[in-house]
């Protein structure tokens, strides 16, 4: 009877953390890029996004307007490159691939799979990251190539020096249990 009741509490616990969303408005997005004999990065603290571990589903998007190169100039060029002013967001929606679970407190793999849109353009993508679930929170973190010509961008260039079509894209957020 004991041992029925202890499997019935752990099936119970089981279904109430994949019931869970986690959530954050406070994820890291970067970016790498490189011209010829130089890379700089640009960064911002405004990822939003949602994991409905329930439902498999990972929500993510970031207002581009808030990614700072330290670079007053590029950061202007980038913005009318990206034309912000007609598509502001970089956004994700998909699913979970695989096994996730959120009650072993170590990394683990993931992989999603869903559409990336920026630039008013949209790309089904495969993304490789990890998951760490640290108590109440999730930590996650991903990278992946963007081509920018993938979503019609064109890359800024100086002279006949160009930016790379190949963007580094890192994010890192601590998501929170969202009651």
């Known amino acids: 009877m004991r041992s029925l009741l202890l499997i019935l509490t752990l099936v119970i616990l089981n279904e109430t953390a994949f019931s869970q969303s986690y959530y954050t408005e406070t994820g890291t997005a970067i970016f790498h890029s490189k011209v010829p004999l130089h ?11 949602l994991i409905n571990l329930d439902e498999g589903t990972v ?24 034309e912000t002013d007609k598509y502001p ?5 998909g699913q979970l691939i695989g096994d996730f679970d959120p009650n072993l407190n170590q990394p683990q793999d993931v992989e999603v799979e869903g559409v990336f849109k920026i ?3 949209e790309q089904n993508v495969q993304i490789q990251g990890q998951l760490t679930p640290e ?6 973190t991903a990278a992946w190539i963007l081509e920018l010509e993938d979503y019609e961008i064109e890359p800024p260039k100086l002279l006949f020096i160009k930016v790379d079509q190949q963007q ?7 998501l929170i249990i969202k009651e």
């Not at 890379?39 to 996004?49: C, D, I, K, M, R």
């Not at 929500?59 to 990206?82: A, I, P, V």
């Not at 108590?135 to 996650?140: H, I």
């Open 39 to 49: 890379t700089f990065s640009g960064s911002s603290s405004n990822l939003t996004g």
């Open 59 to 82: 929500d993510f998007y970031l207002d581009l307007e808030t990614l700072d190169t330290g670079n007053g100039k590029r950061d202007k060029d980038m913005r009318l490159t990206l």
């Open 89 to 93: 967001f970089g956004e994700f929606f």
């Open 119 to 121: 630039h008013g353009k």
């Open 135 to 140: 108590g109440e929170q999730m930590r996650l």
């Open 168 to 174: 580094e894209i890192e994010i890192n957020a601590l």
